[in-house]
């Protein structure tokens, strides 16, 4: 059984920089194929992706964010953690992390239940 | 970067009827295209995947069809559970998501 679930803080203040820790189970990160992704959702508004890191730690990243986002995974751990800098309330909205598994199908098959970050001074 | 324009973006039916929902790319994606139903409150859930693929545990009343760039996401018959937010995202370039679409009770 797949799982994912996102933690990090509920709240940051403006330039601060924002740190988000998607941990699972059920899948290895070191599986051929397989690849844990962020996706965040303003309030309201749509799905927008962010980031992407594969088994084999290829990194790619949304072109419009990419100058402040940076992604790791630690297989031994079964995380993959999220660093956004200089926040801005723009910012604020539920960021979901998320398994797939692009040698077998295109999308997301496995989401966490996302964690709400606010964005405020 | 690829982007996705969905039409339209509410659709009000009656349970029972069909629905047909479109995602336009500005260029080719091939059949990398996925479809995702997301309620309030909740994460997306992947309904279609490669375009026309049935995501494991999808009833068989959704369907997916399209190349390219034209996609389209069908319920044949709409059931009360399916009043939600349905999105498209690719991958053939990047990665993007679409506006999204309103099925909404008329």
């Known amino acids: 059984q797949i799982t994912l679930k996102e933690s990090g803080p509920t709240l940051v203040k403006p330039t601060q920089t924002l740190t988000l820790t998607c941990t699972f189970s059920g899948f290895s990160l070191s599986t051929t194929g397989v690849g844990v992704g962020w996706i965040r959702q303003p309030p309201g508004k749509a799905l927008e992706w962010l980031a992407l890191i594969y088994w084999d730690d290829d990194k790619r990243y949304s072109p419009s964010l990419k100058s402040r986002l940076t992604i790791t995974k630690d297989t031994s751990k079964n995380q993959v953690v999220l660093t956004m800098t200089n926040m801005d309330p723009v910012d604020t909205g539920t960021y979901y992390c998320?398994?797939?598994?692009?040698?077998?199908?295109?999308?997301?098959?496995?989401w966490g239940q996302g964690t709400l970050v606010t964005v405020s001074s | 970067e690829v982007v996705l324009t969905q039409s339209p973006a509410t659709l009000a039916l009656s349970p029972g009827e069909r629905a047909t929902l479109s995602c336009r790319a500005s260029?080719?994606?091939?059949?990398?295209l996925a479809w995702y139903q997301q309620k309030p409150g909740q994460a997306p859930r992947l309904l279609i995947y490669?375009?026309?693929n049935r995501a494991t545990g999808i009833p068989a009343r959704f369907s997916g069809s399209g190349s390219g760039t034209d996609f389209t996401l069908t319920i044949s018959s709409v059931e009360p559970e399916d009043f939600a937010v349905y999105y498209c995202q690719q991958r053939s370039n990047s990665l993007t998501f679409g506006g999204g679409t309103k099925v909404e009770i008329k």
């Open positions: 260029q080719s994606v091939s059949s990398y």
């Open positions: 490669d375009a026309s």
């Open positions: 998320a398994h797939t598994r692009e040698n077998i199908l295109t999308g997301f098959d496995y």
